[in-house]
């Protein structure tokens, strides 16, 4: 038996803390706020749903969810500086492991963890899922408070601009939404944001280099009962 499967075995029965629980309450708060965006900004950018905007209330919602969202990077500052500062590094930094990730990253696409270079906390696809997240939030954040605050101050053509800027954004981020559900699901990933935990053995798989800087006392590794 080599090293390697004496290390999944051993793995086999041990979970590691994934997210603590700042970074979990950021999460949840980030994607019920944008998800009140984006059915709320439907209801005012389709046609057929706009009977639904009567009262005015789709966009009294479509505005909580607006305030909520722009205070994510904030919030995330008050209750783990220290992750929201790994994030934003590890989202915008790559090595050659994360090179030949991505071009191979149809096989992860299939299921296929095993055959996959080496990757720290964050895979090369989660680096650029969060680096598309945190651009486009920008675009969405700048043009957002340019059409709630730029009626009569800013022409018709910029405000058009505006909100061309803003329906684009939102649209990369709904499909980087969807590709995160489907990684999520695929690779069994969601107790990361619910009990934080995931099991060693996956974490060995798809993070090896990242488990190889993890502290082997608690609260990191957990026996399962």
Do not use: C
Request: hydrophobic share 50%; no cysteine.
């Amino acid at each position: 038996m080599t090293t390697q499967t004496q290390t999944m075995e051993h793995a086999h029965h041990r979970k590691v803390l994934r997210y603590s629980v700042g970074p979990r309450i950021v999460h949840w708060m980030m994607a019920l706020s944008f998800l009140l965006l984006l059915f709320t900004g439907m209801v005012i950018f389709l046609p057929f749903l706009s009977h639904y905007a009567s009262g005015g209330n789709s966009r009294l919602l479509h505005r909580i969810g607006a305030v909520i969202y722009m205070s994510i990077p904030v919030i995330y500052l008050f209750v783990d500086r220290k992750a929201l500062k790994e994030l934003l590094w590890d989202s915008f930094h790559y090595d050659r492991d994360d090179m030949k990730w991505l071009a191979h990253v149809y096989r992860y696409f299939m299921g296929h963890a095993a055959e996959m270079p080496p990757q720290g906390r964050l895979n090369a696809g989660q680096k650029l899922h969060h680096a598309g997240v945190v651009i486009f939030s920008a675009f969405i954040v700048i043009s957002g408070l340019i059409l709630w605050f730029g009626k009569g101050y800013m022409g018709p053509i910029n405000l058009g601009i505006a909100a061309i800027f803003h329906d684009v954004s939102m649209l990369v981020l709904t499909v980087l939404l969807v590709g995160h559900l489907y990684f999520t699901f695929v690779y069994k990933a969601l107790s990361g944001m619910t009990s934080g935990y995931i099991e060693e053995e996956d974490a060995l798989l798809e993070h090896p280099k990242w488990v190889e800087e993890l502290p082997a006392e608690e609260p990191w590794v957990v026996e399962e009962a």
